[in-house]
């Protein structure tokens, strides 16, 4: 009887020098080494929630043997009345490949969605997880879930400044916060329904992104760079921002306001804004009134700024009822030098005036003296000097 325990204890002896010589191989502890090839882990086994709320866990698989190998997927203890099951990227799944040797490179391999029942009473729930791939490659994952009244908050998708304005042709960036005040980490898919034609985009740290992970009880901050087309009409647009996860989906309205931009311009077809006229001569020039901002403007007064109160300066129509945005209409005025202005040049400023917005244009009126006088003038200068000559020399010897 010693001889057989004794030989009993140099085995035990010998089965635990092989458990620390393999731990020394492989690098991983003793007791991990004996249970086995497979492992399956959770970056947090243990949880804060309240009744009613849906949690995911993030599942690692660790071939410790070397080998790959299939493994299969149980809940193997689950309260009464709560719900989990396990997902991958193509849906709800039974089995996980584990390749040989994976590690962390195989992290959230697999996913286990548990739903808390509404009327969960506080306290800590246990939830085992099982992996079987056959023989020894199996393990167990014990997940404790704390249900209190207090657990957690609700999480949020925000702006400090929901609404702006700007004129056409403006860009509009809002500074945005995600909160996550859920038990576990979560990713968050980011779009936004805005009208046609209008760009939309998120990024966070500086770098565009169409997803997001945040940590449990935190928050990442998320701009959104709005762009309107160039088309875009005064008025209010609404942009509906949404963050989704697994477990809950945000939403956020933005307000852009796109308000008038206004503008008037005198001018003529071509361009010129000089004009040659004569003493007390009517002359007419053909106005162009152009309304330049995206907005139809009305009752726009003609006015006038003449070089002296003896010039007239008068218009076909003095007032414009309205003159729609982009659009252009023609006024013809009448401009009358004063019947003493010399030949020169002389400066008169025409103006458009609406409530929102003027615009006026200086003219460059040279006024001349017409040829006819000024060949009677020469006449009269010719007739003087022959009248002299001929004085002189009829008295001239005496």
Request: charged residues 20%; proline residues 3%; hydrophobic residues 35%.
């Amino acid at each position: 009887m010693r001889k057989r325990n004794l030989s009993r204890s140099r085995l035990g002896a010998g089965v635990a020098s092989a458990l620390m010589i393999g731990a020394l191989i492989t690098g991983l502890p003793a007791d991990v080494w004996a249970a086995g090839g497979l492992e399956m882990s959770t970056d947090y086994p243990g949880v804060t929630a309240s009744a009613g709320e849906n949690l995911s866990f993030g599942l690692d698989f660790d071939s410790l043997s070397g080998d790959s190998m299939d493994a299969a997927l149980s809940v193997e203890s689950i309260p009464s009345g709560w719900e989990g099951y396990f997902s991958g990227s193509s849906g709800e799944i039974t089995k996980v490949h584990v390749d040989s040797g994976s590690s962390s490179a195989e992290s959230d391999l697999a996913t286990f969605n548990l739903t808390v029942p509404d009327d969960a009473e506080e306290g800590t729930y246990s939830i085992v997880l099982g992996a079987d791939a056959g023989g020894e490659n199996t393990d167990t994952l014990s997940l404790d879930v704390t249900i209190t009244t207090a657990a957690t908050g609700s999480s949020s998708f925000s702006a400090e400044y929901p609404e702006q304005e700007g004129a056409v042709g403006s860009s509009f960036s809002f500074e945005t916060a995600l909160a996550n005040n859920q038990a576990m980490p979560q990713t968050y898919s980011l779009t936004a329904e805005a009208p046609d034609g209008w760009q939309v985009s998120f990024s966070s740290d500086s770098t565009q992104v169409s997803s997001l992970d945040v940590e449990a009880a935190s928050s990442s901050t998320v701009t959104v760079d709005i762009t309107p087309p160039e088309t875009a009409e005064q008025g209010d647009y609404t942009i509906t921002c949404t963050a989704e996860s697994a477990n809950e989906t945000l939403t956020m309205d933005l307000t852009v306001t796109i308000t008038g931009t206004y503008g008037l311009e005198v001018t003529t077809s071509s361009g010129n804004l000089s004009l040659d006229a004569y003493a007390n001569d009517e002359k007419s020039v053909t106005l162009q009134i152009k309304n330049t901002g995206n907005v139809d403007l009305e009752n726009i007064e003609l006015t006038s700024s003449a070089p002296s109160d003896s010039w007239e300066i008068s218009f076909d129509e003095s007032t414009i009822d309205t003159l729609e945005a982009g659009a252009t209409t023609e006024v013809t005025a009448y401009i009358t030098p004063d019947s003493d202005a010399v030949t020169g040049d002389y400066m008169a400023t025409i103006t458009a005036t609406a409530d929102e917005t003027t615009a006026d244009a200086q003219f460059r009126i040279t006024v001349k003296t017409r040829t006819a006088w000024g060949i009677a003038a020469v006449c009269v200068i010719v007739i003087l000097v022959c009248g002299v000559g001929f004085v002189f020399k009829k008295y001239g010897r005496r």
